[in-house]
């Protein structure tokens, strides 16, 4: 399977990816929208919180029912039971909590929305880089020995485990090349994804490509 994502792809946070995590966030359940936006540590915490807290107001509730239920004069019955009143008060100081926290990260989504679009409009109106002289390119593709250079294109395969640590990486690389706004050939064979560089504008290699390499090696070590 050949991909050529020479069209804009899926940035790590999209503007319209930070909006909707903030929408469900704020609106809907804290939380949910962080590990809608990939931040599973943030969004598993506020989501802990906002059901721990519910589940505490609804025990509560509950409990209110059936004390009104047990008892023929609920009205001037005290409520004076410091159980079901810290129940009711945790409840909703877990759920303010977990909303506060929810917004915090919302803030932080739209941020680096904001900046990831600002990195990519300044490398579309960067100038182009200059072609690397054939002296250049050697010490170049000494930097990333793993990549083999086949006339004004470098390349490398590599192997995972799997199809799914595979395409994992795929869109590790995807959203990496749309930052950089410098996008490589994708040939994918079940668990071996091979990954060609070359700058079309400047006819041949530049430094981009390489630095663009390097990073490449770095992700797929994680």
């Known amino acids: 399977m050949l991909m050529k994502p020479s069209s804009p792809g899926r940035k790590p946070v999209s503007r319209a990816k930070a909006r909707n995590a903030a929408l469900i966030n704020q609106l809907a359940t804290p939380g949910l929208g962080s590990l809608m936006a990939g931040r599973w540590a943030a969004g598993t915490g506020q989501l802990v919180l906002a059901l721990t807290g519910s589940v ?20 001037n019955t005290p409520n004076n039971n410091p159980v079901a009143l810290n129940l009711l008060v945790w409840g909703f100081g877990l759920l303010v909590l977990s909303w506060f926290w929810s917004l915090a990260t919302s803030v932080s989504l739209m941020r680096e929305a ?8 300044k490398n579309f109106a960067a100038p182009p880089m200059p072609k690397l002289e054939e002296n250049q390119i050697a010490p170049a593709l000494a930097t990333v020995p793993q990549w083999q250079r086949q006339d004004d294109v470098i390349s490398r395969t590599f192997q995972f485990k799997d199809f799914p640590a595979a395409i994992k990486f795929v869109n590790a690389v ?12 994708i040939d994918i064979r079940w668990n071996k994804v091979t990954l060609a560089l070359t700058t079309h504008d400047a006819g041949g290699l530049t430094q981009k490509d390489f630095d ?3 990073q490449f090696d770095q992700l797929s070590l994680r």
């Open 212 to 214: 663009l390499a390097r």
């Open 114 to 121: 904001s900046t990831d679009n600002l990195q990519a409009i």
């Open 174 to 185: 995807a959203a990496l090349a749309e930052q950089a706004w410098h996008h490589p050939d």
């Open 56 to 75: 505490m107001i609804c025990v509560w509730c509950i409990r209110e029912i059936i004390r009104a239920w047990a008892q023929t004069d609920f009205e």
